[in-house]
Nanobody
Framework: QVQLVESGGGLVQPGGSLRLSCVAS????????MTWYRQAPGKERELVGG????????NYADSVKGRFTISRDNGENTMYLQMNNLKPEDTAVYYC?????WGQGTQVTVSS
């Protein structure tokens, strides 16, 4: 049974930082590309970015490029999303994804 569990969300002021984690179990983590998505209230889920299986290549949505960094630790079956210089428009539920599986999401709220 595949499980993805996100953590690390919370309330942060504009300009602040957060690091999200996604721990995977029940799947051969090291051979798959993984992605982060987010969904803001009233909006469709959108791709934040992804990282290939060995972690050597990443891609990002234009809206987060230069502020967010995706990394992974294959030894710990964990993917990370480092978010810097957060803006109110980054407020959303953040989800990790691998193939057809999704985590439950973690809420990120950017507000003063």
């Amino acid at each position: 049974q595949v499980q993805l569990v996100e953590s690390g969300g919370g309330l942060v002021q504009p300009g602040g930082s957060l690091r999200l984690s996604c721990v995977a179990s029940g799947i051969s983590f090291t051979i798959y590309r993984m992605t982060w998505y987010r969904q803001a209230p009233g909006k469709e889920r959108e791709l934040v970015g992804g990282i290939i299986s060995d972690g050597t290549s990443t891609n990002y949505a234009d809206s987060v490029k230069g502020r967010f960094t995706i990394s992974r630790d294959n030894g710990e079956n964990t993917m990370y999303l480092q978010m810097n210089n957060l803006k109110p428009e980054d407020t959303a539920v953040y989800y990790c994804n691998i193939l057809r599986w999704w985590g439950q999401g973690t809420q990120v709220t950017v507000s003063s």
